[in-house]
């Protein structure tokens, strides 16, 4: 009785060896918000093609940036990755990244996708969009994101929580476009007019839609994507049953954010650095982007995947992305004080 | 000189003491010491956190007025929800496997442990088809009563289902406490209700129940501080509680100390409780009657006794394990029938969070009784609140701790000590924060069950000579196997399933059975999310099942 807890602990020791480094061949540190799959195949292609490795640590935007902060220049990262123009900004106000020197990439990348100042650049664009069911929504009643508020949307529409950053996020673009006061009675008005209480992932609110529960749901165009793609007949179901619009499209623009990099600081290899943006500017890895995960290609030259050319073309709120990190902590007050949870 | 106060009370003893003053004093000091020590270590991330409290708050003025009542009624109803139907699910059934046969027992009596290896954030996912499956029926609601009874219906189905959801993956804290109290409690004290009258239910109501209670309290308290530093499921539900709050103060609005506050209410009121439960108490102890005696007879049951038994024991097992692994199966079988490539290293995976997660649990388990036993070594004011401090993180999201943990060996690594920069980094800090996060577990166990030991076999033992250390090591430990084992397997699966301090604080390309589910179901990929899932609920099965055969009753060495 006494031994077998003993050699389980002695087993289990083992573990934490670990495995003997591979020759020292290359290798860059990524610190990501990103949790695709597919980012995984996209290292792996990187190895085969230059055989540097990618080591990761993902984990939330703003908790990574307190991992580089503490680590200072102990850090291993070389790069940082977020799904989240505000996370950039924020990176590099709290002085965690260096501008990077590539001329590839300032002539790959349109001047607004960029950091005025080359900390970061964007990998690929989200657009959040107003996701509704044909049957009951009539042509011409969505307009805007502003419109939402109307009376006539009582009870009709869905979204999560303003915990979650791309609901923030488009509130600081609400706030920049109209001013706090008027961003805040918005999103009094859009919390009265939704359904139900906000809950679950954007996912939820489109399958919501479909149900027949509301109308029109906030939601992110690639987790539609998702569900056209999905491994359960319900979801495909779900997709089927709804359509895409792009608000504001008489004015700014659809609310884009972006999933970006910069790279780290302290980070000894920024040339390597530099090349693994490169490559995940390429046209080849951008369209590959546009089929696995949905999002939209920032470099002009790459492919659509089929799913988003049937979304159509739409029109962007080209909004500096620094307006997203400034203007965050504003937007969560607001919707503390709107009562949308 | 200094025990002089005691001798009048221990006349008999008094050569046995004098003998030996200064070397006394000397140990228990040393154990004091000790404990101090190591609460000092522990509580070293949770005071790097807390310095900021006193700060000038931007938000805090703005989060009273607007948002902290809906966080505290919300964090409260599932406080007192939860807390309501663990005390059914756990208690009752506990009883029922100990005391009674009835077929099907034998089965049911571990099954009723399964449904800690399902985390949270996954049956979280499960129990929202409830809702979702709701829909059709809301939408007639809304029609043919309007939109309030459709609000009020739509609001209950969801903390409904919340509760339970919550309930019946975390009874088992609760059933384990139980069980290890009730198989423990001399037949003697039983059957002494039962021939002044007393029926079954009334011997179980007024003997059983009362000498349980610091099991009990120590279940409760865990299935509590679970349910106020969840993030995942509540989020999910739409029931944003004070750890929501803390996420969206502190990365949100960039307001730390106001985050710290909300914090630091959950700690403050998880000891309120904890102190209340002890006063309420009084001057009660529990000590057994006699640790040796026979293990009471369980008292079989027929017909429709028996069918309610199982019912009793079997909703249980079906809400919180039969139903996930159920709809996990059926996601999983989804995605490995359809032809989406695309698989992660489980091995690997596998091997990483079962090896880190046993190897934790083994060490902070042994840690927690000893510093247990040198609190009660000499009961003061002062050791107990060590204790209480040493356990506070289990109260304390996990992300808050993560950031906890990197500011000290941030700090650390700045002051360029030589060797450090190889620990900060590791396998050793995400230890290191387990500890932190888990200190609890064990701890709460391993004083439920020297409580319940009480003092007089350790004194003899003390009286004979023997000093602390072998006093513990030869008296208490064998008697605290029970809990000890139930504290091990415990922590186990909760860092096997722990998810915030893992993502944060892990190593490069370090990927755990739980980072790899919730990484998939962060992309809205539930079918693929469902495989590592299962997995974990499998090692986690595994793990509780190969344990729970520890605990069976040892063979009686004397």
């Known amino acids: ?341 | 000189m200094a025990i002089n106060p005691q001798a009048p009370a221990l006349p008999i003893v008094a050569p046995v003491v004098t003998r030996r003053p200064p070397r006394w004093r000397w140990r228990g000091d040393r154990w004091g010491a000790g404990a101090a020590l190591l609460t000092g270590i522990i509580a070293l991330p949770l005071l790097a956190i807390l310095f900021h409290l006193g700060q000038h708050s931007v938000e805090w003025g703005h989060l009273a007025g607007t948002v902290l009542t809906r966080y505290l009624t919300n964090t409260l109803i599932l406080v007192f929800g939860v807390s309501l139907l663990v005390l059914i699910m756990g208690v009752v059934p506990a009883w029922l496997v100990t005391t009674c046969e009835f077929r099907g027992r034998r089965v049911l009596s571990w099954a009723l442990i399964l449904p800690l290896a399902i985390p949270t954030y996954i049956a979280a996912f499960v129990f929202y088809q409830g809702p979702e499956a709701a829909i059709p029926m809301l939408i007639q609601v809304r029609l043919r009563f309007g939109v309030e009874a459709f609000l009020l219906a739509e609001q209950i189905i969801r903390y409904g289902l919340l509760i339970v959801m919550l309930a019946a993956v975390l009874y088992p804290y609760v059933y384990l406490a139980c069980c290890s109290a009730f198989s423990r409690q001399s037949r003697a004290v039983i059957e002494a209700a039962r021939c002044l009258g007393d029926s079954p239910t009334r011997s179980f109501l007024r003997a059983a129940l009362p000498m349980a209670r610091p099991g009990i309290v120590a279940g409760v308290a865990l299935v509590i501080m679970e349910v106020i530093n969840d993030y995942g499921a509540v989020h999910f539900f739409g029931v944003p509680t004070l750890t929501e709050g803390v996420f969206r103060t502190w990365f949100g609005m960039g307001d730390k100390v106001a985050a710290l506050r909300l914090a630091g209410i959950m700690m403050l009121g998880v000891a309120a409780l904890l102190a209340l439960e002890q006063w309420l108490r009084g001057r009660a102890r529990y000590v057994e009657a006699d640790a040796g005696s026979i293990p009471m007879k369980r008292l079989p049951l027929g017909g429709g006794k028996a069918a309610l038994a199982f019912l009793v024991c079997f909703v249980p097992v079906a809400l919180g394990f039969l139903f996930p692994v159920g709809r996990l199966v059926h996601w999983a079988g989804l995605h490995l029938l359809s032809d989406s490539e695309g698989g992660f290293p489980a091995g690997l995976a596998l091997v990483r969070g079962f090896s880190l997660a046993l190897a934790t649990a083994v060490v902070v388990t042994a840690l927690a009784a000893l510093f247990m036993y040198a609190v009660r070594l000499r009961e003061s004011r002062l050791r107990r609140l060590l204790g209480r401090i040493a356990g506070m993180g289990y109260a304390t999201p996990g992300a808050v701790i993560a950031v906890g943990v990197l500011v000290v060996f941030g700090t650390l690594d700045r002051l360029e000590l030589p060797l450090l920069p190889l620990v900060s980094g590791t396998l050793f800090v995400i230890a290191f924060a387990y500890t932190v996060r888990f200190f609890a577990i064990p701890l709460q166990l391993a004083r439920a069950g020297l409580e319940r030991i009480g003092k007089p076999l350790e004194e003899a033992s003390r009286l004979l000579g023997h000093p602390p250390l072998r006093t513990f090591l030869r008296v208490d430990l064998p008697l605290l196997r029970a809990p000890l084992i139930a504290a091990g397997m415990l922590l186990f699966v909760d860092i096997l399933k722990e998810l915030p301090l893992t993502l944060i604080l892990r190593p490069a390309n370090f990927e755990t059975l739980a980072t790899t589910a919730y990484s998939l179901a962060s992309e809205a990929r539930l079918q693929a999310c469902a495989v590592p899932a299962l997995l974990i609920v499998a090692v986690g099965a595994i793990g509780l099942l190969v344990m729970n055969r520890w605990l069976q009753p040892p063979v009686p060495h004397d």
């Open chain 1, 1 to 341: 009785m006494q031994i077998r807890p003993a050699l389980s602990l002695l087993a289990a020791l083992a573990g934490f060896v670990p495995a003997v480094p591979a020759f020292a061949a290359e290798d860059l540190t990524l610190y990501t918000q990103r949790h695709y799959e597919f980012d995984e195949a996209v290292h792996r292609l990187f190895t085969e093609k230059t055989g540097i490795t990618i080591k990761v640590v993902k984990a939330a935007s703003d908790e990574l940036i307190v991992r580089l902060q503490e680590e200072g220049t102990n850090t291993p990262a070389d790069l940082y990755m977020t799904a989240d123009g505000g996370g950039l900004d924020r990176a590099k106000k709290a002085g965690l990244l260096q501008p990077f020197a590539s001329k590839a990439i300032k002539e790959k990348v349109p001047a607004t996708l960029r950091d005025p100042d080359d900390q970061w650049v964007a990998l690929t664009k989200r657009a959040r969009v107003l996701i509704y069911s044909p049957d009951r929504v009539k042509s011409g009643e969505l307009s805007t994101y502003e419109d939402l508020a109307d009376p006539k949307w009582r009870g009709r529409l869905v979204a999560r929580s303003s915990s979650n950053i791309y609901n923030q996020s488009l509130m600081t673009t609400v706030i920049e476009a109209n001013g706090a006061e008027a961003a805040g009675a918005w999103a009094a008005a859009v919390r009265k007019n939704m359904v139900r209480p906000p809950q679950g992932s954007d996912r939820d609110q489109i399958r919501a839609v479909a149900a027949g529960l509301a109308d029109v749901a906030l939601a992110n165009t690639y987790y539609l994507g998702l569900l056209e793609i999905s491994e359960d007949q319900k979801d495909r179901d779900a997709a089927a049953a709804v359509r895409v619009f792009f608000p504001n499209q008489e004015g700014r623009g659809a609310h884009v954010n972006i999933s970006g990099a910069g790279i780290v600081k302290s980070s000894k290899k920024a040339a390597l650095a530099a090349q693994f943006l490169e490559f995940l500017l390429s046209d080849e890895i951008q369209s590959l982007y546009a089929v696995e995960t949905f999002e939209y290609p920032v470099s002009e030259t790459a492919k659509w995947s089929a799913t988003q050319e049937k979304w159509g073309k739409f029109k962007s709120d080209e909004v500096a992305f620094s307006v997203l990190g400034d203007r965050n902590a504003e937007a969560v007050r607001l919707f503390n004080q709107a009562g949308w949870e």
